[in-house]
């Protein structure tokens, strides 16, 4: 089994300041993990993934992410938020490989990020 | 390539009607999938495909939904009848088992059941 959880469900920060959104993971299987950005109206857009390889990732737009496995999280950040960031992000678990569930995503609730300017 | 494309991107219907949803995934994906978009449940998955045969059904939400694969080009999601609470955006993925872990999304079907 597997799960995501979001700390947040809102974020709101100033314009270039930076940014943290937060995401814990449960998984039975060695996971793969995944941040996608949906702004309003649109689909979802892949920002980066964690596939068992280096623990920092980095992504599109300037946002990376690290993989902590002591901590089951995958926070997502970027150090200065800009007014088009503001949109919905979503933390995303898939089981790796050799799993019964292979390519099952499960999301977490999302966290809606608000950039002032 | 053009991505997966969904269509209608829009569609309002009549409590009672027959809607279809149709997805084309990207070229050389074995998998898709059709989730639904709620503010109350957030994203679920539906059910998903692998070289055309449904492989886990058990997200569709009753009976009055169906999905089909003829082929590694199209899908469809029928619900049949509808019902005000279908009302939601549907989104289809397509992913390959390859080299790559990564799911690409369509820009959905925004479906309104009166």
């Known amino acids: 089994a597997q799960s995501v959880t979001q700390l947040d469900s809102h974020v709101s920060v100033s314009e270039g300041t930076p940014v943290l959104l937060r995401c814990n993971y449960s998984?039975?299987?060695?996971?793969?993990l995944f941040w996608y950005v949906q702004h309003p109206n649109k689909g979802l857009q892949l920002l980066l993934k964690y596939t068992s390889a280096a623990t920092l990732v980095k992504g599109i737009n300037g946002f990376e992410a690290e993989f902590k496995k002591s901590e089951t999280s995958f926070h997502l950040t970027k150090p200065s938020a800009h007014m088009s960031d503001a949109a919905e992000y979503f933390c995303?678990?898939?089981?790796?490989?050799?799993?019964?569930?292979?390519?099952?995503?499960?999301f977490g609730q999302g966290t809606i990020l608000t950039v002032h300017p | 390539d053009a991505g997966v494309i969904q269509s209608p991107r829009h569609e309002v219907t009549e409590m009672g009607q027959e809607v279809t949803l149709r997805c084309k995934p990207i070229?050389?994906?074995?998998?898709l999938f059709w989730y639904r978009q709620t503010m109350m449940r957030g994203l679920e998955l539906l059910i998903y495909?692998?070289?055309?045969?449904?492989?886990?059904d058990s997200g569709m939400p009753e009976d009055r939904f169906s999905a089909k694969m003829p082929n590694a080009s199209f899908s469809t999601l029928k619900i049949q009848p509808s019902e005000p609470r279908d009302s939601a955006v549907y989104f289809c993925a397509s992913w390959t088992s390859g080299t790559t872990d990564t799911q690409y999304f369509g820009p959905g079907t925004r479906l309104t059941v009166l």
């Open positions: 070229s050389g994906h074995d998998y």
């Open positions: 495909f692998n070289n055309n045969v449904p492989i886990d």
């Open positions: 995303v678990v898939s089981p790796n490989a050799g799993g019964t569930s292979y390519g099952k995503l499960t």
């Open positions: 998984s039975s299987y060695s996971p793969s």
